[in-house]
């Protein structure tokens, strides 16, 4: 990942920027093990390839960039207009291989092979207005702003169960598009009283899809926060969050047939903040999220909107600087996860993972910043 960044302030209160990244991967495609409550199912384990073994190169290859120009303009101490937009380009290429998830059946399908290469173009606009007012011992800050996004993606992908696990051949599969638009206004106010710090807000979206499909959401948001010391806050959070079922059909067959429901999740969480050091603070919070209406397969490989699942746990985290030069973020979290539209409580999360990047800035090598990063999950 390279990721430039420029500034220019030709005034105090007036700033341009322009942030870019070019982003490549390439790893391995082991997906496609089955695995069941958590460990791999039957004579597969963790280090199984699949694809090593049918004498295949299935990798996981995804090149990306993004141009995105800001302003920031600050005429007054109590307001400042955000504004910026930019263009986002990814593509992902992919064959997996993998045992069979339906079992081995007669005809002698051993193996699931799934292709995919797609071209995204993302489009993006925003501008925020941010306005400070200071009565008495209560401090306001209101945001009120609008945004755009618009995504177009051409490609092909393949799914078949195969006897040799041959994938197939690309030129027969036919390319799919598609492109959606997200028109959205937000408003929130954060309230400062005393020790007690309030965030309320709501988000409005407008959606079109590629079918020229149309509906609008809504998802609001509220927390809460208590100062008891200046190294210790407990908290607590709630969310809601909605978006259409947009690019699923009923039937597969029938582009006119598209899913216009809407999906919802609500989020709840709670806990305390912990400040050891100067710059350091550990936080420790549980949550519930709770998801319906969301897509699900049937039998015949067309959808519906009747997914309904829940997921609960603890996380400990760190994130700060431990010195001046030395940066953490660190985390703990554990999880379950239950469908309760199957009625299985199959793990589609590791139920323990830990996650750690630091950084540390070297003054004596031309100020360059060095970074490592691990993740583990059981």
Same mark, same amino acid.
């Given at each position: 990942?390279?990721?430039?960044?420029?500034?220019?302030?030709?005034?105090?209160?007036? &700033?341009?920027?322009?942030?870019?990244?070019?982003?490549? $991967?390439?790893? !391995?495609?082991? +997906?496609?093990?089955?695995?069941?409550?958590?460990?791999?199912?039957? *004579? /597969?384990?963790?280090?199984?390839?699949?694809?090593?073994?049918?004498?295949?190169?299935?990798?996981?290859?995804?090149?990306?960039?993004?141009?995105?120009?800001?302003?920031? /303009?600050?005429?007054?101490?109590?307001?400042?207009?955000?504004?910026?937009?930019?263009?986002? /380009?990814?593509?992902?290429?992919?064959?997996?291989?993998?045992?069979?998830?339906? $079992?081995?059946?007669? +005809?002698?399908?051993?193996?699931?092979?799934?292709?995919?290469?797609? =071209?995204?173009?993302?489009?993006?606009?925003?501008?925020?207005?941010?306005?400070?007012?200071?009565?008495? !011992?209560?401090?306001?800050?209101?945001?009120?702003?609008?945004?755009?996004?618009?995504?177009?993606?051409?490609?092909?992908?393949?799914? +078949?169960?195969?006897?040799?696990?041959? !994938?197939?051949?690309?030129?027969?599969?036919?390319?799919?598009?598609?492109?959606?638009?997200?028109?959205?206004?937000?408003?929130?106010?954060?309230? *400062?009283? %005393?020790?007690?710090?309030?965030?309320?807000? =709501?988000?409005?979206?407008?959606?079109?899809?590629?079918?020229?499909?149309?509906?609008?959401?809504?998802?609001?948001?509220?927390?809460?926060?208590?100062?008891?010391?200046?190294?210790?806050? !407990?908290?607590?959070?709630?969310?809601?969050?909605?978006?259409?079922?947009?690019?699923?059909?009923?039937?597969? &067959?029938?582009?006119?047939?598209?899913?216009?429901?809407?999906?919802?999740?609500?989020?709840?969480?709670?806990?305390?903040?912990?400040?050891? @050091?100067?710059?350091?603070?550990?936080?420790?919070?549980?949550?519930?999220?709770?998801?319906?209406?969301?897509?699900?397969?049937?039998?015949?490989?067309?959808?519906? *909107?009747?997914?309904?699942?829940?997921?609960?746990?603890?996380? @400990?985290?760190?994130?700060?600087?431990?010195?001046?030069?030395?940066?953490?973020?660190?985390?703990?979290?554990?999880?379950?996860?239950?469908?309760?539209?199957?009625?299985?409580?199959?793990?589609?999360?590791?139920?323990?993972?830990?996650?750690?990047?630091?950084?540390?800035?070297?003054? %004596?090598?031309?100020?360059?910043?060095?970074?490592?990063?691990?993740?583990?999950?059981?």
């Amino acid at each position: 990942t390279v990721a430039p960044s420029f500034l220019f302030q030709p005034t105090e209160e007036l &700033k341009f920027g322009l942030d870019t990244m070019i982003q490549y $991967g390439d790893t !391995p495609g082991y +997906q496609g093990i089955n695995v069941i409550n958590g460990r791999p199912a039957g *004579e /597969w384990s963790w280090d199984t390839d699949i694809a090593s073994e049918l004498g295949h190169d299935a990798r996981d290859r995804y090149l990306s960039y993004s141009v995105m120009p800001w302003v920031e /303009w600050s005429p007054t101490d109590a307001y400042t207009l955000r504004a910026g937009g930019g263009f986002s /380009w990814t593509q992902l290429k992919y064959t997996h291989f993998g045992p069979n998830s339906s $079992g081995y059946n007669a +005809q002698g399908n051993l193996y699931e092979v799934s292709y995919y290469d797609r =071209i995204s173009r993302n489009y993006n606009a925003y501008i925020h207005n941010i306005y400070e007012l200071e009565t008495g !011992p209560v401090t306001q800050t209101f945001l009120v702003g609008g945004d755009y996004v618009g995504r177009d993606a051409q490609g092909r992908s393949s799914f +078949q169960a195969s006897a040799t696990g041959e !994938p197939l051949r690309r030129d027969t599969i036919a390319p799919t598009s598609s492109f959606t638009e997200r028109y959205g206004i937000i408003l929130q106010d954060q309230i *400062e009283w %005393w020790r007690f710090t309030a965030v309320a807000g =709501i988000r409005g979206d407008h959606h079109v899809s590629a079918n020229h499909n149309r509906t609008c959401t809504y998802s609001p948001r509220a927390g809460i926060s208590f100062k008891v010391t200046d190294w210790l806050v !407990p908290f607590a959070n709630i969310s809601m969050t909605q978006a259409p079922n947009y690019g699923y059909f009923k039937d597969a &067959k029938d582009k006119d047939s598209e899913l216009t429901s809407k999906w919802k999740t609500v989020q709840y969480e709670g806990g305390v903040k912990v400040r050891p @050091l100067e710059k350091l603070w550990v936080t420790a919070s549980a949550f519930r999220i709770e998801q319906d209406n969301s897509v699900v397969t049937l039998a015949d490989n067309s959808y519906d *909107e009747q997914g309904e699942t829940r997921s609960r746990g603890f996380e @400990l985290s760190a994130s700060g600087e431990i010195t001046e030069n030395w940066s953490l973020w660190a985390a703990w979290t554990f999880i379950e996860y239950a469908n309760k539209y199957s009625g299985s409580d199959i793990e589609r999360f590791p139920k323990n993972a830990v996650s750690l990047f630091t950084t540390y800035k070297a003054h %004596w090598l031309f100020d360059t910043v060095w970074g490592f990063g691990y993740k583990w999950g059981l």
